[in-house]
């Protein structure tokens, strides 16, 4: 159990498990595993790391990312900052028109390479599941821009989370 701790300066948790923890305040910069290291499974004697029943709807998310986690078996925020969402790449796919309608190609090519990294990253690591926000829409976006791009996201195909 973790009481008032910190994961200060942890980037990675190839080796963690967290079962039922309940995450506080600014998680930042962090990857979360689900599978350790290759060369650290036999050491560790599993190749996953339990990872389920996890609290996070009172913490704020920047920058976290979870590879090889079901999402759906933890607790996030909901509602208007994140939305835990299936289907990623065909969401991303869906949303393009929009971006093409943006009058201003700096602004385009934002989107497109935020949209393009959540797809790949969706694939490779969460079964095309992913925790979105609107920084997730691309950072450098305009926060209208951020917005009207999560809203539209969101819309496409199946949203799963709480309104």
Known sequence: MFDRSRLREQTATFEAEFVDCVFLGHVRSMNFWGRPADRDQAVLGRDHNDFTGNDFTAAELDDVSFRHIDLRAQRFPGLPGYALLDRIIERARAVLPLVDSWPDERHRKEARSALEFL???????????ALVSPARMGRKLPPALREELFAAFRRTTSDTSPD
């Open 119 to 129: 797809a790949d990253t969706a694939r490779e690591w969460d079964d095309d599941q």
